[in-house]
């Protein structure tokens, strides 16, 4: 359940947005909302928040493969 639930939060959310942005006008905007368990501060391992923080999108999408 861990897997189905990060391809949802994660892939779920990139998708959806590239689905919509060509879709919105120049004052469009995507609204996402999360749960506090998706905050860097409950990541207790120094070193993968900040790789998180600073991560790009293809490093994000290996670090989930």
Known sequence: TENIINEQNFYGTI???EQL????S???KIITLGSSLGKYKVIKD???RKLLKNANRKELFALLQ
């Open 15 to 17: 998708m959806l947005t």
């Open 26 to 28: 120049n004052s469009g």
């Open 21 to 24: 942005l060509p879709q919105l």
């Open 46 to 48: 120094e070193a993968l």
